[in-house]
């Protein structure tokens, strides 16, 4: 059965250190999206690609976030510079397209700052 | 805007009895969908359960109902005969379906169920 893959699955840096997750889709999913779940919350939506090109990062805090999908596959989350209250579960998931009632989530990544 | 409220932080239920998961929702959008994830500690979340506004009869998958009432604004799930499996944390969750907002998901808080054997 076809997955979210994810990578790495948990990750721990120092505050003010680059760090970036990689997600790959289902293959043949045009509308990608990636989720921010602080501790205790539900999944928050940080940013959404309709194949190369970005439809929602209303929520992504845009000095330190970056996310990209150049080919329209598979997308990188980078953060710099890391910050404590950056400590989360950063979820990646996928869909054939927008519209579509199903959306298939990857393991997550945890990440730690210290 | 879009607001999910789940009330119960945490709840017990005994194997092999049926529990109800509560979840009420806010919304101006005219038809919407309303969906149920499960996340187990591994992180994963898992699909169990959609309903649609316009659907008319409530959403069944296995083991999972959706009890939808629309004047009430309340979307429960229902799991019946649960398994030690079943616990985990459960989101409830809504989108437009119109597209106004691109489809984002909005999730409450979740609730916490522990299966005791």
């Known amino acids: 059965e076809a997955e979210v893959a994810q990578s790495p699955r948990y990750k721990i840096t120092e505050k003010s250190q680059a760090v970036a997750f990689w997600c790959d889709p289902i293959?043949?999913?045009?509308?990608l999206y990636w989720y921010r779940q602080i501790l205790g919350q539900g999944p928050e939506l940080l940013v959404q690609?309709?194949?190369?090109?970005?439809?929602?990062d209303s929520q992504l805090p845009k000095d330190r976030f970056s996310a990209e999908r150049l080919k329209g596959v598979d997308s990188t989350l980078k953060i710099q510079p890391a910050e404590l209250g950056d400590s989360a579960m950063y979820l990646c998931a996928s869909s054939w397209r927008a519209g579509m009632n199903e959306q298939y989530f990857g393991p997550g990544t945890r990440l730690t700052v210290t | 805007a879009q607001k999910i409220t789940q009330t119960q932080p945490g709840m017990f239920v005994q194997e092999k009895e049926a529990v109800t998961l509560d979840c009420t929702y806010d919304?101006?959008?005219?038809?919407?969908?309303l969906f149920w994830y499960k996340q187990p500690s591994s992180g994963e979340m898992i699909f169990l359960i959609y309903?649609?506004?316009?659907?008319?009869q409530n959403a069944t998958e296995g083991r999972y109902s959706l009890n939808f009432q629309k004047a009430r604004k309340s979307a429960n799930l229902v799991i019946s005969a649960s398994q030690l499996g079943d616990s985990a944390m459960y989101f409830c969750?809504?989108?437009?379906?119109?597209?106004?907002?691109?489809?984002?998901?909005?999730f409450g808080k979740g609730t916490l169920l522990t299966v005791n054997p």
């Open positions: 293959s043949g999913h045009a509308t």
């Open positions: 309903q649609g506004s316009y659907d008319q």
């Open positions: 919304t101006s959008d005219p038809s919407y969908g």
């Open positions: 969750a809504m989108r437009a379906l119109s597209g106004g907002s691109n489809y984002k998901l909005t």
């Open positions: 690609f309709q194949d190369e090109s970005v439809v929602d």
